[in-house]
Each structure stands twice: as structure tokens, then as C-alpha cells.
Nanobody, 113 residues
Framework: QVHLVESGGGLVQPGGSLRLSCAAS????????MSWVRQAPGKGLEWVSD????????YYADSVKGRYTASGDNAENTLVLQMNSLKPEDTAVYYC??????WGQGTQVTVSS
């Protein structure tokens, strides 16, 4: 059975950093393209990043490019999203996602002074 569990969210000041993790079970992350998706308060879902941890390919939304780095720890079967230079507009619930419809419970990221 597929399970995704995010962790690492919290409150951080603008310009700060956070490291999110997504622990996967029931499948091997290197066999799938995995995604990070976020939802800001009162807004719809926004795609953030895709990662193919088998080949190492990563893709980012323009809004986070150059600030976020997605990676996969294949030994731990865990995704990581390193978020630097955080802005208030990055405030959202962050989810990891696997096609066709597997979601974690989300982790809250709040960027505020």
C-alpha cells in the first residue's frame, strides 16, 4: 500500500530556509517521477517541482527556481525539498505526490516575520 508522509514544515522568517522530507512506502521512489505541490491559504494547488530520482532530473516552477532544490534519497526511499531564501508568498501547505493520485497529508510552511 502506497503511503507518503511529509515532515519538516514550520515557521521561518523571510530569507530563511527549511528542509522538507517525504517518506515513501509501498513503492520505490526511483521507479516514479515524484512531485511537490503546494496550496497557499485560499488558493488552488500549485505545482512546485518534479524529480526523477532514478535519472536525477529535476524541474521547478518559475516561482521557486534558484531557491528550491529537490532530491531523492533512494537508500531511505525519501524525497527532500531544500527551500532557501524563503518569501512570505511561499507560505502554503506542501504535499508530495505520486501519479496517479497518491498524496501525503501535507506539511505547513509559514514564512513570516
Amino acid at each position: 500500500q502506497v503511503h507518503l508522509v511529509e515532515s519538516g514544515g514550520g515557521l521561518v522568517q523571510p530569507g530563511g530556509s527549511l528542509r522538507l522530507s517525504c517518506a515513501a512506502s509501498g513503492f520505490t521512489i526511483r521507479s516514479y517521477v515524484m512531485s511537490w505541490v503546494r496550496q497557499a491559504p485560499g488558493k488552488g494547488l500549485e505545482w512546485v517541482s518534479d524529480i526523477n530520482s532514478s535519472g536525477g532530473s529535476t524541474y521547478y516552477a518559475d516561482s521557486v527556481k534558484g531557491r528550491y532544490t529537490a532530491s531523492g534519497d533512494n537508500a531511505e526511499n525519501t524525497l527532500v525539498l531544500q527551500m532557501n531564501s524563503l518569501k512570505p508568498e511561499d507560505t502554503a501547505v506542501y504535499y508530495c505526490f505520486r501519479y496517479p493520485d497518491y498524496w501525503g497529508q501535507g506539511t505547513q510552511v509559514t514564512v513570516s516575520s
